[in-house]
């Protein structure tokens, strides 16, 4: 007896092994199709900030000695002049364009109180009542010109604020009007728009005073009304509210205020913004502990949901995309610019594409730590070279694909401009090396760090670096062949298979 129960346990445990095992086999065959997203799916933002220059987040290395100087609290002492960036830079627009075909959205609080100036005389000293700020003919062209040379279809949005209201406060669209109409004269299109950015913070955001989800549904009346007569190709977003749902607390206007107030808006597609934390610099707690948890990079879907919900009860069917995320609001953590992230960065792609969502736009391309690039030399950070990864493989299918175990995600979508190849993706987020069997032969792109925080990502075991150029290198597969792989401990992998 005792003999047979040994036996028996050890069958068991031999059973269990076996059990688990089986699970690291991917079995593409199987896996049905779920959806589709966008060709310009991994998309990016440059703030309207950035354009004009402004105060924008300082360097963490920079922050006490500003604020000894400026002698400020609160935001204002966390921000500081930029100057406006150069859209014309050979690099930026090389390593730019390697990620299209993108939408690239100017937006963000700046474009709220901004005043056109429609000419090209001097540059005005003063900004016009009701303005904060002023955008020329020649940084917008900038912006349009740089959209041409790397594939981008332009996303924006527009002033809000006191200086778009006639002497009785209704709400007026000669400026939007001015800067469409502009774009066109100079071979350029404005693909998309949200009428301003993120009405859940409008008070944050210059609208005026005790603004409300009646004013908007007023405002975006005027709004949609003049854009489709005038404009009818300008895809109209909306709302671009961000942090409700438990993730971000203190919004202004909530989004069923919005959504319900008469007359009801409507948009072509749904928007909506997502940050899981904010910065150290506003008061965040982000660790590298945190950053691997499942908490933490399931947290995206859980920012989805309350928006996908509001979305389904005021217009369902109509497509949803992200137009502004990032590790963590005011600028990101430190970590945001390491290898860490980029662990957050692919999962959430993956997350949100199974999930439906059409687009996600990353904020910022070159500026701040959450930036693809470094804001000083434009070299790429971890999540740059992620993302050009996703962009090379990664095609619009998305499949159903089942989670290898405990810690290690799986994303696949059909193989970039095939129609019967895949592409997988595992991220293995644990402190240990796991197994898998693949079915057949593939190219592997495997992404590892010597440690979690640093700048530098290794491609099957070489240094990522830029050519002497400073061009993109090519991102070239290993083959290996069918049977059991290993994919190291806190490492990434893109896996291409031309047929299944």
């Known amino acids: 007896m005792k003999f047979f129960k040994q036996t028996l346990v050890a069958v068991i445990m031999i059973s269990q092994v076996s059990n688990a095992f089986a699970q690291q086999k991917l079995n593409l065959k199987v896996m049905k199709s779920i959806g589709k997203v966008d060709e310009r799916f991994q998309s990016y ?22 604020r000894k100087t400026t002698n400020k609290k609160g935001i204002d002492a966390l921000k500081w002049k930029i100057e406006p960036i150069n859209l014309y830079e050979k690099k930026l627009r090389n390593l730019a364009a390697a990620l299209g075909p993108t939408y690239v959205r100017v937006s963000g609080t700046w474009a709220n109180a901004i005043y056109f100036q429609n000419n090209d005389e001097v540059k005005l000293s003063t900004v016009p009542t ?39 406060g209704e709400y007026q669209t000669t400026q939007v009007k001015s800067i469409l109409d502009y774009t066109q004269s100079i071979g350029g299109e404005i693909a998309a728009a949200e009428m301003f950015n993120e009405p859940s913070h409008a008070g944050h955001g210059d609208a005026p005073k005790g603004y409300n989800g009646e004013a908007y549904a007023n ?13 009818p190709n300008l895809k109209i977003l909306g709302p671009g509210s961000t942090g ?63 928006y996908q919900n509001a979305r389904d009860k005021y217009m369902p069917n109509v497509p949803i995309w992200n137009t502004e995320t990032a590790e ?41 730590e959450y930036a693809l690039l470094d804001h000083d030399t434009h070299n790429p950070r971890p999540n740059y070279w992620a993302a050009l990864l996703w962009g090379k493989l990664m095609g619009t299918e998305v499949y159903e694909a089942e989670n290898l175990s405990l810690g290690v995600d799986v994303f696949v ?57 400073e061009e993109v290198p090519k991102l070239l597969g290993k083959k290996i062949k069918a049977g059991t792989i290993t994919l190291p401990a806190h490492s990434i992998m893109f896996l291409t298979f031309d047929k299944i």
């Open 413 to 469: 979508h059909n193989l970039k401009g095939k129609t019967k190849g895949k592409t997988v993706l595992i991220l293995n987020t644990t402190d240990k090396e796991t197994n898998m069997i693949i079915p057949s032969s593939a190219s592997q792109y495997l992404l590892t760090a010597d440690e979690l925080t640093t700048k530098k990502v290794k491609l099957n075991g070489h240094e990522l670096l830029l050519n002497a150029n």
């Open 219 to 231: 405002d975006f009346s005027i709004f949609k009304e003049f854009a489709k007569k005038e404009y």
């Open 244 to 306: 409700e749902g438990g993730i971000i607390p203190s919004q202004d206007i909530f989004v069923d205020k919005i959504l319900s107030a008469a007359p009801k808006p409507t948009f072509d597609v749904f928007t909506y913004h997502y940050y899981g934390t904010v910065s150290k610099r506003c008061g965040g707690s982000q660790t590298p502990e945190k950053a691997l948890s499942a908490e933490w990079l399931s947290k995206t879907e859980k920012g989805l949901e309350f």
């Open 45 to 66: 933002n440059i703030e309207m900030c950035e354009v004009i220059g402004g105060d924008f987040w300082i360097p963490y290395n920079l922050i006490d000695s500003v």
């Open 328 to 368: 963590s609001a005011c600028g990101g953590n430190p970590l945001a610019a390491t290898y860490i992230d980029t662990f957050r960065y692919l999962e959430q792609m993956g997350r949100l594409a199974k999930k439906g969502v059409q687009v996600v736009m990353h904020n910022t391309l070159a500026r701040s």
């Open 130 to 168: 009701g303005f904060k700020n002023i955008l020329t003919r020649s940084q917008w062209k900038g912006v349009v010109d740089f959209c041409k040379a790397v594939d981008g279809k332009l996303v924006s949005s527009f002033p809000i604020s006191n200086g778009m209201r006639n002497e009785k």
